[in-house]
């Protein structure tokens, strides 16, 4: 259980660097002006990092979720 | 819906805006109006739903039990299994979007107005590889949003074993 658990923080914190250095790497402010700031890497590696982060606060979710059902039983 | 609307949300966090409510409007009303209407935009929204929905009751009715028979580590119905399933379902759809609807048929539809009047490098290109303006981000783009679909879904999607034997 502990291993998971390591596993989806170092998904969460790959995730948020991955986030941050692509937030610095793509130019300008963000804007809901058409198109907006556009940098291929920046923006790949702030839509990676999201996806890592998504996928690793569900783990966590998923998995206080088990902890919790396997203590009520 | 969750995704839905997290994809309008992109350009806040300097991502391209994933809207796919317009694009499914398009598609249905043939609206090449820039910018489109806002009768496009919720005939889409309740396309787009609409297709939430079904692709969600083929992964519960369908998808899942069967993951559950073919891959032996995806038998158990723990909510972090029934989380990878909707994961997995979500990289699925994800491929068929990047691969299938996104050039297919927005590409052909709205490719020719991108790359004509608008003059931008592309409209849709293979695997959406290029969407407009934006390069291969927006592929890693669909990426985030189907994983949002996939997570939302995998955590909310958590059906209980029947009581006697299992028969999938």
């Given at each position: ?34 198109p907006g700031p556009i940098n291929v890497a920046g923006q790949s590696l702030i839509a990676l990092g999201l996806t890592f982060i998504v ?19 | ?50 297709d939430g929905i079904i692709w969600a009751l083929i992964f519960g009715l369908i998808i899942s039990p069967v993951l559950g028979v073919v ?98």
């Amino acid at each position: 259980m502990m291993r998971a658990l390591m596993i989806d923080l170092g998904l969460l914190v790959l995730g948020i660097i991955l986030a941050i250095a692509g937030w610095f790497l793509t130019p300008g402010a963000a804007s809901f002006q058409f198109p907006g700031p556009i940098n291929v890497a920046g923006q790949s590696l702030i839509a990676l990092g999201l996806t890592f982060i998504v996928v690793a606060v569900g783990l966590l979710l998923a998995g206080a979720a088990e902890r919790m059902m396997s203590a009520t039983e | 819906m969750l995704a839905t609307v997290t994809g309008l949300w992109f350009p806040g966090v300097k991502l391209p805006q994933f809207d796919f409510n317009t694009l499914n409007g398009r598609l249905a009303l043939g609206d090449l109006s820039f910018p489109a209407s806002s009768t496009t935009f919720i005939v889409g929204g309740i396309i787009h739903m609409t297709d939430g929905i079904i692709w969600a009751l083929i992964f519960g009715l369908i998808i899942s039990p069967v993951l559950g028979v073919v891959i032996k580590p995806l038998r158990p119905m723990t909510p972090t299994v029934n989380l990878m399933k909707g994961i997995i379902w979500g990289g699925a759809l994800w491929i068929i979007s990047s691969a299938l609807w996104m050039p297919l048929l927005i590409g052909a539809f709205l490719g020719p107005t991108l790359t004509g009047p608008f003059g931008l490098p592309c409209g849709v290109g293979p695997f959406l590889t290029c969407f407009g303006p934006y390069g291969v981000q927006a592929l890693f783009t669909n990426l985030f949003w189907h994983m949002i679909w996939g997570v939302n879904l995998g955590l909310l999607f958590n059906p209980m074993r029947a009581a006697g034997r299992v028969r999938w």
